[in-house]
């Protein structure tokens, strides 16, 4: 997991300036930043890293307490040892270095076995969601990244030109195992019924192992996705040269309005010259937002052509997306290894 989030961490700096098309609803919508979009990727594997260790660092064992958790075979056995049987189950747990839960019956609680899981498919779902965005990105027409692809690797037995995300779909494919024994691990809390029964026992044997052997083998080959990758400039300018426009109209309305404009009169004169450019984008041709609205008589009474170009430069329109980049950068750097 460490390994990953120093592999995301340097492509987010790396590219935390440079602006892309932001989605939503799988649309285009507003810019955004490459590295930006990473972070926040990193940043829920930073909120799982923590999960994780806090799981990890209060992993408990049952103890020395019996058939239903008493002790009372222990206590009887040492009454004239000098030695309490909660002595004895202190000694015992010292020497293999595990706390004992205080309370526990013929085993420890299964709500353990529940926080562990959950830990782990936390992980696997932050993973599943990036490698389906990276499935989503890679595919035409967006284009943006692309798997590292082996000189020799075969993309298709039926369609050469074909490179598939095989990386990524492995990885969503891997997560559903983990994500899977979630309910396992909750059926087997909910329903281990009064002191114990062993209805647990077999699924437990299967669901754990494989949960962090699946999780491995994800963590492995995400990190060798992110650290090969390829990351395109010519679908990145292509995404903004034809979709950046509409989001940059954004900045001339809130220039409009400083300028004593009419907003509701401005937004449907940018509206109806949006809704008009779509059309030419969707039929593939060039964007012709920005001549329309730099020829646009209403809004030339309030900017000059100069500015409407200015404002229109949606390379410029990221906001915080760089600044709030570092943020999460900095937290990876300062995480406790």
């Known amino acids: 997991l460490d390994d990953l ?19 939503t609803h799988i649309q285009p919508a507003e810019i955004t930043t490459i590295g930006y979009r990473l972070s926040q990727t990193l940043q829920d594997l930073l909120d799982d890293r923590d ?22 075979s222990y206590k009887e056995l040492l009454s004239e040892s000098g030695i309490s049987s909660i002595e004895m189950e202190n000694m015992v747990m ?23 899981i959950e830990a782990l498919s936390s992980i696997a779902c932050t993973l599943h969601k990036f490698s389906l965005d990276f499935r989503i990105l890679q595919s035409p027409p967006i284009g943006e990244f692309s798997e590292p692809f082996g000189k020799m690797q075969v993309g298709s037995s039926a369609m050469p030109f074909k490179r598939n995300p095989i990386n990524s779909e492995k990885i969503d494919s891997l997560s559903r195992i983990v994500e899977n024994a979630y ?21 437990r044997r299967i669901f754990i192992p494989e949960s962090f052997i699946a999780l491995d ?49 401005m937004h449907e004169v940018i509206r109806e010259e949006s ?11 060039e964007n012709p937002l920005k001549k329309a609205l730099m020829e646009n008589e ?13 404002y229109l430069d949606a390379s410029e329109y990221t906001g915080d997306a760089e600044k709030r980049t570092e943020m999460v950068l900095e937290r990876a750097k300062n995480r406790k290894k």
Do not use: C
């Open 298 to 310: 209403e809004i030339l009474s309030y900017l000059s052509k100069e500015e409407i170009e200015k």
């Open 183 to 203: 309910q396992s691990a909750w059926n087997n809390a909910a329903t281990t019924v009064l002191e114990r029964s062993l209805d647990d026992s077999a699924n």
């Open 217 to 265: 083998e994800i963590l492995i080959t995400e990190t060798k996705v992110v650290r090969g990758m390829s990351i395109h400039s010519t679908a990145t300018s292509r995404l903004m040269s034809s979709y950046g426009v509409f989001a940059s109209t954004e900045r001339v309305l809130m220039e409009l309005g400083k300028k004593g404009a009419d907003r509701q009169k």
């Open 94 to 116: 010292d020497d293999l270095g595990i706390k004992a839960y205080d309370a526990a019956t013929q085993i420890y609680s299964r709500k353990q076995d529940l926080r562990i």
């Open 51 to 72: 999960q994780l260790v806090f799981v990890k660092n209060n992993i408990r064992g049952k103890g020395m307490k019996g058939a239903v958790g008493t002790a009372a």
């Open 275 to 285: 809704l008009k450019a779509w059309v030419s984008v969707q039929e593939g041709k």
């Open 5 to 23: 989030v120093d592999a995301i961490s340097e492509k987010a700096e790396e590219y935390k300036t440079v602006p892309t098309m932001a989605f």
